[in-house]
């Protein structure tokens, strides 16, 4: 019966799916966020020049870096939007050349955290760059996590 379900118009049942092929469909777009009715979250941003942060630098609760600024905005913030916000407050990162590399710093279960990068924008693309769409609520960004700026 299965055979059967996968056969083809002349009757030769269809090929496998390739080996490793995520079988789960992409996740719906979300819905843009309506900024004059929804309150804006904190988003407390750590940056830093030549490196991300080290998930140690994170340790101990009230010892955060010292470089640190702090955001209101909205799930539909795109990495463009805070590439943008953070180049008003940071001057290596008004550089013609700069890159920022973003990440999210949160809490593991063994009462550390963890750094992991999500993405990279151009100070000033001359053309658009892969990550500069990308909103937090389509990464993996929950109200509470940080975000590590590491500016090259």
């Not at 929804?38 to 994170?58: N, Q």
């Not at 009462?111 to 992991?116: E, F, S």
């Not at 990068?117 to 769409?133: C, F, H, I, L, W």
């Amino acid at each position: 019966m299965a055979e059967a379900a996968r056969r083809q118009g002349g009757g030769r049942p269809l090929p496998p799916p390739p080996r490793g092929v995520n079988q789960q469909p992409p996740r719906p777009k979300p819905e843009p966020v309506d900024r004059e009715k929804t309150c804006p979250l904190l988003l407390r941003v750590f940056t830093k020049s030549g490196g991300h942060h080290t998930s140690e630098d994170y340790a101990v609760r009230g010892k955060e870096p010292k470089d640190e600024v702090q955001i209101y905005t909205w799930k539909d913030a795109s990495l463009r939007e805070l590439t943008d916000l953070v180049k008003e407050v940071s001057v290596a990162a008004r550089r013609r050349n700069a890159r920022l590399s973003f990440a999210f710093v949160y809490p593991n279960n063994k009462g550390g955290y963890n750094v992991r990068e999500v993405g990279e924008t151009m100070a000033y693309p001359n053309r658009k760059q892969p990550d500069d769409s990308k909103t937090l609520s389509e990464l993996p960004f929950e109200i509470g996590d940080y975000l590590d700026v590491a500016i090259y």
